[in-house]
Nanobody, 120 residues
Framework: QVQLVESGGGLVQPGGSLRLSCAVSGSIFGIYAMGWYRQAPGKQRELVAT????????????YADSVKGRFTISRDNAKNTVLYLTMNNLKLEDTSVYYCCASKDRTTYWGQGTQVTVSS
């Protein structure tokens, strides 16, 4: 089992920044990819960004078009126990619950989500 706990959400004005964190624990060996998704009220959950887990500490990244150039996904290379999402130039439409996920074997594990509200 893999446990994921998000934090760092909150209320921010348009143009502001936030950094979300996802603490990973449990049976983390074998996780090959992690990511952030978001879900706004009345909408389907959508991909925000993903990163593959490589032994060298890097990993390829992928972003939704709507966040490219504004959001950055990264991880704690030392222990691979923390995933980050740095969000800059936030827009009203970024308001959502943000979920962290991890893929291992044939299972995707999810956190409980953290609310991000962009409002003036």
């Amino acid at each position: 089992q893999v446990q994921l706990v998000e934090s760092g959400g909150g209320l921010v004005q348009p143009g502001g920044s936030l950094r979300l964190s996802c603490a990973v624990s449990g049976s983390i060996f074998g996780i090959y990819a992690m990511g952030w998704y978001r879900q706004a009220p009345g909408k389907q959950r959508e991909l925000v960004a993903t990163i593959t887990m490589t032994s060298g500490g890097g990993g390829s990244t992928n972003y939704a078009d709507s966040v490219k150039g504004r959001f950055t996904i990264s991880r704690d290379n030392a222990k691979n126990t923390v995933l980050y999402l740095t969000m800059n130039n936030l827009k009203l439409e970024d308001t959502s619950v943000y979920y962290c996920c991890a893929s291992k074997d044939r299972t995707t594990y999810w956190g409980q989500g953290t609310q991000v509200t962009v409002s003036s």
